[in-house]
């Protein structure tokens, strides 16, 4: 087994966290990365009310009676949806560990901390890394350029980041953003990090509730096969590379305005590629890893595996190197 701050602080068996994610990050997966010993986030706004996430947390206790999660992410909008009863929710829920993100942590920290809940805070650069430290969240999860979802603008990739937020993070810090094997896992301890953040790589498991046809592409695809939109608007995320997206792309370059996409980017249209299995209907988030992603395993298998190879790896592998430097 792998210890690590993380695991300590956290309460969870290994150092795999899955982050927050639209549309995917439902009661069916995180419980079952729960039950295999890592630590899963419901994602609040996939429930189209305050109301609705509580049941959908209700719904994942019947299903584990391990530690997971809720994400909050905090984004701009037009239309804001009710953040502090969501809130509230997740404090009157009795779930103990919210993963922030999108926006400034501190105006969220005394609520939950009152409730004893432990926050960790997901952000892109180390200054905001060293920011939520001093606000006082209680880990880091800092997300490389490589990352499915918002990047930042930075485009520092992990090999990069993660060693120079460790340098000025001493809270738990998990690195985010292109893992998905042990040997991902391996190098992000090995680069500072108390553990990894999983996006893809979880959206790709047999529990994942998307459609097959989905995660069939995911397989497929590789690591060239995202596109970044939003750049011109300095609002970055990275997205699977399909016909909508290179869309997209090329009227923002074009010098199009946010009013030019809008309809591309509909969030309900998102949600219909992992409702109907149609990869075309509209933006999906995916990272670069899904060039790494070869199978559908079982959030048990994969959680399993990894953890199997990663202390392989590490007595074998890197202990072995060791061995032949001295004789
Ligand atoms: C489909 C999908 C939806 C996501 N939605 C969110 C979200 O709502 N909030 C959030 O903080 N991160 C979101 N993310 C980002 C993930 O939590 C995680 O930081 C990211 O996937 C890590 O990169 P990886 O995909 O290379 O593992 C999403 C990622 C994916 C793949």
């Known amino acids: 087994m792998i210890s690590t701050q993380f695991t300590e602080t956290f309460g969870v068996r290994h ?52 530690p997971f999660g809720v994400n909050l992410t905090i984004l701009p909008s037009i239309s804001p949806p009710p953040y502090d009863e969501y809130r509230q929710v997740i404090v009157k829920s009795g779930v103990k560990i919210v ?3 999108g926006s400034n942590p501190g105006p969220h920290l005394p609520m939950f901390h009152d409730a004893g809940i432990k926050v960790l805070h997901k952000c892109t650069t180390v200054r905001h890394a060293v920011k939520a430290q001093e606000l006082g969240v209680d880990g880091i999860s800092i997300d490389g350029f490589e990352c499915a979802g918002h990047p930042g603008e930075d485009d520092i990739p992990g090999l990069v980041l993660i060693p120079a937020a460790a340098r000025k993070v001493s809270i738990p810090m998990i690195a985010s953003g292109g893992f998905a094997d ?27 509730p ?7 592409e995911i397989v497929a695809a590789d690591e060239r096969q995202t596109e970044l939109i939003f750049r011109p608007l300095r609002n970055t995320a990275r997205v699977a590379s399909n016909t909508v997206s290179r869309e997209v792309v090329e009227i923002l370059d074009r010098g199009g305005q946010f009013e030019d996409v809008r ?18 209907a509209g933006i999906w988030s995916a990272g670069t890893c899904q060039g790494l992603i070869h199978d559908i395993p079982t959030v048990g298998e994969l959680i399993e595996r990894m953890t199997v190879e990663a202390e ?16």
């Open 210 to 216: 998307i459609h097959q046809r989905i995660k069939e």
């Open 263 to 280: 309809e591309l980017v509909a969030g309900a249209r998102g949600r219909k590629v992992f409702e109907l299995g149609d990869p075309e």
């Open 15 to 66: 150092p795999i966290v899955q982050g927050g994610m639209q549309w995917v990050g439902r009661a069916e997966l995180v419980a079952a990365v729960a039950n295999a010993g890592a630590l899963g986030f419901i994602t609040a706004l996939t429930q189209p009310t305050p109301e609705d996430l509580e049941r959908e947390i209700g719904r994942c206790r019947d299903l584990t009676d391990q």
């Open 182 to 208: 042990a040997r991902g896992l391996v190098a992000a301890l090995a680069l500072g990090a108390d553990g990894i953040n999983m996006g893809t790589r979880f959206m790709c498991t047999a529990e994942s």
């Open 312 to 327: 392989h790896l590490i007595t074998d592998r890197l202990g072995g190197m060791l061995d032949r430097v001295s004789v």
């Open 99 to 101: 993963e922030t993100a």
